[in-house]
């Protein structure tokens, strides 16, 4: 199966200010001497620590004033038609926004395929307001140091309105099914120059990296966190990181080609990793290191 992939991989500038050199002192700090990825102890003080700064830091998550932002786009008559994104149907029906990315992705039949919340975004815009998905799509992601794009605000909005919900992807329709399937494959699947998987970092219990816990997501407590979770403000980056970035990132540290913005195989991947995590209590956007 075709990962749609661009041949040139870009890396993630990382932003040191505010935050973000608070954190990495902070785990620096705590955490000398701590290895790269391999067995770990089981959950420690260390870790602990980590968790309490991100939950003080949760109090003030900076995603709030994206999600602001966000509602702003959402509610704004733009494009050709000059018509606002409220009428945009994420699952749920026309205009319903609360709840609905805990039911993402899932099929859709106008456009007969399986989307996650970014495609149909992307998909209402073009569709709804007359914008051109070329443009919409050719600068997703923030850089260091940039305000939140288009897309990471209307991201962090929508998602926000799912905040306490039961994740519930469903799996139904054939084409559902169908996606989950690859996704699996995508999960175990092994390539690149060190013969990575998905499964390399995620299928075995008590892993790090560095100081990062990587949950083990074949079981069902740390999948439903982890999907749970994402998008998230990444306060060493200074900004709100949408699912399909995650995935990206992922692909990168992998060393695999490019994963292309809302791809077949990212879809997949996430389809089967909300699936999994089916259950659990949406907690989006939340804190990240």
Sequence with gaps: MSMNALPKPQRMERKTGGLGLG?????FCIGLGTASIGSAQPRDSTEAEIEKYRQMLQDGNPAELVSLKGEGLWKRKQGPKQLSL????????PGVVKGANAQLPRYFADADTVMDLEARIVHCRVTIQGLERD???AKPYSSAGESATDMEALVAYVVEESRGMTIMVPQQHPKEKEAYVRGEKIFYFRGGPYDFSCASCHAVDNQRIRLQGLPNLTKTEPAQKAFASWPAYRVSQGALRTMQWRIY????QQRFPELKYLSPASVDLITYLGARANGGVMETPAIKR
């Design 23 to 27: 954190l990495n002192l902070f785990l």
């Design 86 to 93: 409220e009428s945009c149907d994420l699952g749920l029906g």
């Design 135 to 137: 443009k919409l799509i």
């Design 249 to 252: 990132d992922c692909f990168r």
